[in-house]
């Protein structure tokens, strides 16, 4: 009889019933001529087998078991999220909707996500599962969603030219109402793109960080010089008491 155990859901039958089927047919049909040592092959590599057929069939027994999990409703997910706020534990959830816990510490994590963008309250007495979710694809013809984007466009260009052309009619209303000239000339250049601000920033952070190791390592090595004018001076002062003697 086979010794396997099955690891994690203890409800996964044993096929120790196959081993007997083949013992006993060795035993009905008298095969004396297996000598102990082959028997003993044998025995051991049925049970190797049975012990991997148990296996595979513990292994898809599980797969059935999450694929068979049903999927929530908008509904269900709402109420599910409403227990959640009143105080329900998430595994009593999973096993009350027969979903796995991550699945519902997912839909908790979303939908808290979604009230937090959103604005909500957390203590808001009813969940709109429908204005937390995301809207629909649109199922229409790509020619038509590609005309509705050109005439975006266009209608966005058309604002931008308009925009422009009233501001370049107001500096020039500006200038000539403008008598005497200005101190200074305006500075009427765009900012520089953020890409380029941060690459401009970064230089020069790395240009300070020169500066001031370079600054460290000057006065290391006047701290250096130091030193080595006092050796000079014990080294000259020692010399000279030597021509006195």
């Known amino acids: ?15 120790s019933h196959d081993a007997l089927t083949v013992q006993q047919y060795i035993q009905e049909n008298d095969l004396h001529r297996i000598t102990g040592k082959t028997l003993s092959c044998m025995g051991r590599a049925l049970k190797m087998g049975v012990e991997r057929m148990q296996d595979a069939i513990y292994e898809i027994r599980k797969k059935e078991s999450i694929m068979g999990k049903g999927k929530l409703t908008n509904t269900q997910r709402a109420a599910i999220y409403q227990a959640y706020k009143d105080g329900v534990p998430q595994a009593q959830l999973a096993k009350q909707y027969n979903v796995t816990p991550a699945s519902i510490c997912e839909l908790i994590k979303k939908l808290s996500q979604a009230e937090s963008e959103m604005g909500i309250a957390p ?21 038509v969603l590609n ?5 975006a466009v266009a209608e966005m260009e058309a604002q931008y030219k308009d925009a422009n052309a009233e501001e370049k009619s ?11 000239p200005e101190p200074e000339a ?3 250049s765009e900012p520089l793109p953020p890409v380029v601000r941060r690459a401009v920033d970064g230089h020069l952070a790395y240009l300070d960080e020169r500066i001031e190791a370079l600054q460290f390592r000057i006065s290391e090595i006047e701290q250096e010089i130091e030193e080595y004018r006092k050796d000079k001076d014990k080294l000259q002062a020692w010399k000279e008491q030597q021509k006195w003697r």
């Open 1 to 15: 009889m086979s010794d396997w155990i099955p690891i994690g859901e203890p409800d996964v039958p044993e096929l």
């Open 123 to 143: 203590d808001a007495p009813a969940v709109n599962i429908a204005a937390l979710e995301e809207k629909p694809m649109d199922k229409r013809p790509v020619a």
């Open 147 to 151: 005309e509705e984007f050109a005439a």
């Open 170 to 180: 107001a500096i020039a209303e500006e200038s000539t109402a403008i008598t005497e």
């Open 186 to 188: 305006q500075d009427n």
